[in-house]
């Protein structure tokens, strides 16, 4: 069946550095993509959306990347702080009436921050 | 603006047993999804209301059930529970008017079946 899912696991990153968090993706059809951040004991957290119909989107010190082309989804943040550290999830809104809302998640990267 | 509620946060229950989990959305939201969260996995569709009706559903077994009231709070009833259904139970609220894009999501209740 068609899925998203994470390349890492685990992403250890240094306090003040850039993460990249990526995302693949294989339903072609997905019309909406979401981040969101979990933090232990807590709900997801959303981040940041883009839509199919757009390459780049920015928000306060993170910037969603999609490539329709190759189905890949990326989370950038910025000066990583210790507060950044938790589980990433992308997430997939199927484009299809009857399925929106549908939210698909890929397994999820877990961010350590050191400092 | 309290966002999404969920509760209870913690639950333990006995196997063969049946739970009820309660979820307030989001002011102004309309649309209630209910996902099943294991430890170390990402969140799993159970199923979705909207108008006080089962709008879609995922693969998961007729002892889930749930119910969505005229004030857009929602229920999900789990029968016959078994080991496995432990797990983080998470209620997402949205707006139908908006496609259902941005998802807010309550912190969750823990399942735990002994």
């Known amino acids: 069946g068609e899925s998203v899912g994470l390349h890492l696991p685990t992403l250890s990153v240094q306090e003040g550095d850039n993460s990249i968090i990526n995302c693949a993706y294989s339903?072609?059809?997905?019309?909406?993509f979401i981040w969101y951040k979990q933090e232990s004991g807590k709900g997801p957290q959303f981040i940041i959306d883009?839509?199919?119909?757009?390459d780049k989107r920015q928000g306060q010190r993170v910037t969603v990347l999609l490539n329709k082309t190759v189905k890949h989804l990326s989370l950038q943040i910025a000066a990583t702080q210790p507060g950044d550290s938790a589980v990433y999830f992308c997430a997939e809104n199927p484009k299809r009436a009857d399925s929106w809302g549908k939210l698909q998640f890929g397994a999820g990267t877990q961010v350590v921050v050191t400092p | 603006d309290a966002g999404v509620t969920q509760s209870p946060t913690h639950l333990i229950k006995t196997r063969g047993q049946q739970v009820t989990l309660r979820c307030s959305p989001k002011s102004g939201h309309d649309t209630v999804s209910w996902y099943q969260q294991a430890l170390g996995q990402g969140p799993q569709f159970i199923f979705q209301?909207?108008?006080?009706?089962?709008?879609q559903r995922g693969n998961f077994p007729d002892r889930f059930s749930g119910h969505q009231f005229p004030n857009y709070s929602s229920e999900l009833n789990v029968n016959a529970l078994l080991l496995g259904d432990s797990a983080l139970y998470l209620c997402?609220?949205?707006?139908?008017?908006?496609?259902?894009?941005?998802?807010?999501f309550g912190q969750g209740t823990r399942l735990t079946v002994v």
């Open positions: 883009i839509r199919s119909n757009m």
């Open positions: 339903n072609s059809a997905s019309d909406y």
């Open positions: 997402a609220s949205s707006f139908l008017g908006t496609g259902g894009t941005e998802a807010f």
């Open positions: 209301y909207y108008e006080e009706e089962e709008r």
